[in-house]
């Protein structure tokens, strides 16, 4: 086996290491990406939906993207509790907004421009080890999509490579090394050929439990509902299934239709205790994970490789380790502010399984605080939408 030699070795062609190597590339810095799924499977996974405006003026500048092609933009959500509907309208609170565009549309404008531009992109080609953190070569170890062994050198590593990260003992000593919250319930996702029942999401707080409804496009529908972590996604029937999301809506009248895809989503705050070792560096999921109900995951991931970019790009072409160093601090706000927003949606909007009446009435006065107050109004437009990304590191 012989070793090949890059600037920059990113596990994972995420939306993370996808982008970074675009703007790594744009400041002459070469990469080689490597992930262990082949290209057709990360092209067709729904994922996320949401970006954050920050998000989609990023996006919008690589060649070819269709986020104002295919993407909605949306002005703002509804939020519903206590059978009344309150609407969170962005663009007059705050002037910003959120695009609805699917996470695999996003994947597939990144991949193509990536191997249009000619990039080292390999899929099916599996990181095991990561070496030499402490050094000025580290190096990536792992099997190809035909099953040899392969290393590359570089002068830095990054493991963009998701929730279950093979990089992450290199820079934490361990896969769990850091903050973890597991939630008491889960999210129930189906993917439905309807018709849209809303132009925005409805965030729902219910009796019953949380129901969000969200849209793919004219014909496809994405909706979910809290349930039990342990639920068989197979276990419910299609008509079991509208009568809870109809039940935990009211006042709209939802449009049915066939339902051709369906999970459980399990929920989880994490953050890493370290996100860099030496020249090995984490982002986005491998980084953190946060439960989806504030839409930021992908979006955090995002202002990650924002950040790196930047800390790389001075280690590379200015030799200058500044950033670098600070590459862990400065992420972590971005990181702690978003784990708040997503953990305090996440509170404010499902039924806790053991929730008292005292719980669920002080939870509808939470509710109202926010929708009575046009600053409890803005700090959820701010955040839903998208503090500025930041490359001060
Ligand atoms: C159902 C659902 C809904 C969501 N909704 C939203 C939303 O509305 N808004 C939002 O912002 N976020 C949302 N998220 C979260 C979002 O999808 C993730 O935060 C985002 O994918 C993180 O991107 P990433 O590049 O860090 O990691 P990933 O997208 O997980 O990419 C990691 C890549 O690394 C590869 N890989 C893993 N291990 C290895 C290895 N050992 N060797 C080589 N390659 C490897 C994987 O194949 C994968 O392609 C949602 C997530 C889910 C599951």
Redesign the pocket.
Known sequence: MTAERTRVAI???????LLLSHMLAEAGIDSII????DRES?EST??????EQGTVELLEKIPHSRVHEIGDRHDGIELHFDDEAHRIDFKTLIDRSVWLYP?HEVLKDLIAARLEAGQDLRFG????AVEGAETDTPRVL?TDADGNDFEIVADFVVG???????VRPTVTGSRSSGHFREYPFA?F?VLAEAPMSAEELIYSNSPDGFALISQRSPSVQRMYFQCDPLTDPESLSESEIWDILQRRTPGHDLEEGHIFQR?V?RFRSFVASELRHGRVAL????AH??P?TG???????IADVVLLNEALRRLLTENDASGIDNYSEAARKRIWKSQHFSWWMTSMLHLQPEASEFDRLRQLGELRSVVDSEAGQKYLAEAYTGWPLRTDV
């Open positions: 596990v994972g062609a995420g939306p993370a290491g490597v992930d262990s799924r990360i729904i994922r996320a939906g949401i970006l996470q080609a599996r990181v095991t792992g963009a490579d998701g929730s279950h990260s093979a999210w996702g999970d989503l982002v986005g999921d491998a994970t946060v989806p839409a930021k995951g992908m979006n955090l991931a």
